[in-house]
């Protein structure tokens, strides 16, 4: 793959983010040589940064790091498309798009798993989910557990509301639960996909 580094005047090219399950576009950075060196050697995406002067690997801080999976140049040989996995938000915000605005208005269910991260991080006493990540795993296991089960007890019932109600429940304390485990809906998603392509 050849990319002109020496087309600007710093010898950096702007590095475009995608998330490789999602095709979100997730944020925008610049590499020089040596970046680009490190993340294929590594796997792990590294830019140049401008401010520190130095290569920085995104997440060498937060351990949100960004898996890479596919690396393209444009027609022009001077802009980069990286495909990668993110461990985690990759804004600044907590978000999981530097676009996001932290609406998710095409998919709530991921602006949902950044609040409850978000939430896991307050004091237990004033937020729910921090209360309940603070019982530990076999507590919210035991949650998910209740949910299901009344869940299954509004199915077999006639009361739409109540059952939309309860399964909306379900989900959300699914969602907690995949955190506590350490993973997301995209590990889950990745799942289906594999066992759909079969």
């Given at each position: ?5 020496a ?6 090219v702007p590095a475009i983010?995608?998330?490789d ?6 944020m925008l950075?610049?590499?020089n ?7 294929e050697?590594?796997?792990?995406v590294?830019?140049?940064s401008?401010?520190?002067?130095r290569?920085?690997?995104?997440g ?5 790091f960004l898996e890479?999976?596919?690396l393209?140049?444009?027609c022009?040989?001077?802009?980069l498309l ?5 461990l985690g ?7 999981d798009?530097?676009?996001?605005e932290?609406n998710?208005?095409?998919n ?19 937020s729910?989910?921090a209360g ?9 296991a035991?949650?998910v ?5 009344e ?5 077999k019932?006639?009361?739409d509301?109540l059952f939309?109600?309860?399964s909306?429940?379900?989900l959300f304390?699914?969602?907690i ?5 350490g993973?997301?809906l995209?590990?889950v998603i990745a ?5 759909h392509s079969?």
């Amino acid at each position: 793959m050849k990319v002109d580094f020496a087309k600007y005047p710093d010898q950096l090219v702007p590095a475009i983010v995608q998330d490789d399950q999602t095709q979100k576009v997730l944020m925008l950075g610049f590499m020089n040589a040596d970046a680009l060196q490190k993340t294929e050697e590594t796997g792990r995406v590294t830019f140049y940064s401008r401010s520190k002067k130095r290569l920085w690997t995104k997440g060498e801080q937060s351990g949100h790091f960004l898996e890479l999976k596919s690396l393209a140049v444009d027609c022009d040989h001077d802009t980069l498309l990286i495909r990668a996995h993110p461990l985690g938000p990759v804004c600044h915000t907590g978000a999981d798009t530097c676009w996001s605005e932290r609406n998710h208005s095409d998919n709530f269910l991921f602006y949902l798993e950044d609040i409850i991260r978000l939430r896991r991080q307050a004091s237990p006493d004033s937020s729910y989910v921090a209360g309940l990540f603070s019982k530990g795993l076999n507590k919210i296991a035991q949650k998910v557990g209740e949910e299901a089960v009344e869940t299954v007890i509004e199915a077999k019932d006639n009361n739409d509301d109540l059952f939309l109600n309860e399964s909306a429940d379900l989900l959300f304390h699914y969602l907690i639960l995949l955190q506590a485990k350490g993973y997301t809906l995209k590990d889950v998603i990745a799942v289906l996909q594999e066992r759909h392509s079969k």
